[in-house]
């Protein structure tokens, strides 16, 4: 982790290079700053006079400018005090307190999570479960793509709940964490502790990421049993995943059962509107101020995955910090000419299996399915091996999106696609063909 002093020079480093800050300017106003504590995404800067602090928050962009670049070294959204000396004390023993819940991020809330037609459902499903945990929609299964809130609902619930009741035993995971520490325990004989863990000491369990769920017979039994032990036992599960149960090819169909048993409510990607009420709302965090033809503007051009649309957002204010401009609707398409062209080029597995299988006249689901006709074992390879390429899934979750196959087989397949590539033109060019497809070329 980046103490206070290393992430100022960082940004010190950006604020030199903001043509709206003289060298004068700088000098005056920000040299005299010394970083404080960084903690809880919040920078502490000490000022060396009061004088100084209203200058600098009320009588320039000043703040606006250091929060934009603590933004952009960070990488995450922060926020910037400006203390004085005599004020330190008591920041440091008071002011600044560790997260309460740290498996929790206490930025993620209902009052935050931005409602739209593509999530109203699933909102209103997680904060019914807030309410009133365990009494109803358990488990509560949310699923969609990366990126659209399913993680921020999932921590909405556990922060409700805690803030009503400390004494509340929430546990959040992931369900590779959760796979790992149960294969550690194991050689070490602590399955026992294991169970006692996320059996008989939590009132609410959260596992993130549930396809990720290894197809070994003993992890997935354990992971039923904890269910039931749970549920039986009026406590709440909440489980989140990038597609539904009756998609999830790793899945036993008790477990898939014991899902579909609950609630399961989908997010969708968001509309235009939506996309602009996000962007709106991350601006103003930001204490940046843009109407809202520029907020449409920029939710036009951008993902409408949430997290590469706050990216788009921050990408577009420090180019305006830097640059000294003013945001207008030439900077904004200037700011995401190259950001815009690199997330156009991201690839899912979805999208290589559905460009495979058009390719080559088959549908996706004979891709994952059992068939071994040569006429399906080569685009099968090809998808594989195209996955690998463009993606940054192991082999063993490629072979979780081909219908739960075995990750030697992943290998195997991919190999000979390799070996192909280099003593086989015809596949080569095939291979390149589809690639092509893939970036729109």
Request: proline share 4%.
């Amino acid at each position: 982790m980046q103490d206070a002093s290393e992430i100022w020079t960082k940004v010190s480093a950006v604020l030199k290079e903001t043509k709206e800050i003289s060298s004068l300017a700088y000098t005056t106003w920000l040299a005299s700053i010394k970083p404080a504590l960084f903690r809880s995404d919040c920078l502490y800067l000490v000022v060396p006079s009061a004088l100084h602090r209203n200058h600098i928050v009320g009588n320039s962009n000043y703040k606006i400018y250091i929060n934009t670049a603590l933004n952009m070294v960070t990488g995450k959204e922060c926020s910037v005090e400006l203390i004085l000396e005599g004020e330190l004390k008591d920041v440091m023993q008071s002011a600044v307190q560790p997260n309460k819940w740290p498996m929790l991020n206490d930025k993620y809330t209902f009052e935050t999570f931005v409602i739209g037609p593509s999530n109203q459902f699933a909102q209103a499903a997680a904060l019914s479960v807030a309410e009133a945990p365990a009494t109803q929609n358990n488990p509560l299964f949310i699923y969609g793509g990366v990126g659209l809130g399913k993680t921020h609902l999932m921590h909405a619930i556990g922060n409700y709940v805690l803030e009503q009741n400390p004494a509340v035993r929430v546990l959040y995971t992931t369900c590779e964490k959760y796979t790992n520490e149960y294969i550690d325990s194991i050689p070490k004989n602590r399955v026992a502790a294991f169970r006692e863990h996320y059996r008989n000491n939590v009132d609410i369990l959260m596992i993130d990421d549930i396809q990720f769920l290894t197809r070994k017979e003993r992890i997935q039994e354990e992971f039923f049993h904890n269910i039931n032990e749970l549920v039986s036992a009026n406590k709440q599960i909440i489980i989140t995943s990038d597609r539904p149960p009756r998609d999830i090819a790793t899945l036993e169909d008790r477990l898939r059962s014991r899902f579909e048993g609950g609630l399961i409510v989908d997010i969708t990607p968001p509309d235009l509107e939506t996309r602009v009420a996000i962007l709106r709302l991350k601006a103003e965090a930001f204490g940046a101020l843009m109407d809202n033809e520029l907020l449409f503007y920029i939710a036009e051009r951008a993902s409408d995955n949430v997290r590469e649309l706050e990216g788009s957002l921050k990408r577009v204010i420090a180019y305006s910090s830097i640059m000294g401009q003013e945001i207008t609707f030439e900077l904004v398409s200037e700011a995401l000419k190259d950001y815009n062209a690199v997330q156009q080029r991201t690839l899912t597995v979805d999208k290589i299996m559905e460009t495979v299988a058009e390719y080559y006249g088959v549908e996706v689901e004979e891709l994952t399915g059992k068939k071994r006709d040569a006429a399906i074992v080569m685009p099968r390879h090809i998808a594989m091996y195209l996955c690998r390429e463009h993606t940054d899934l192991s082999f063993p979750r490629i072979g979780d999106e081909f219908g739960g196959r075995d990750h030697s087989t992943v290998i195997n397949g991919i190999g000979k696609i390799h070996q192909a590539l280099k003593t086989d033109p015809k596949i080569k060019t095939y291979v390149e063909d589809i690639e092509r497809r893939l970036q729109g070329v």
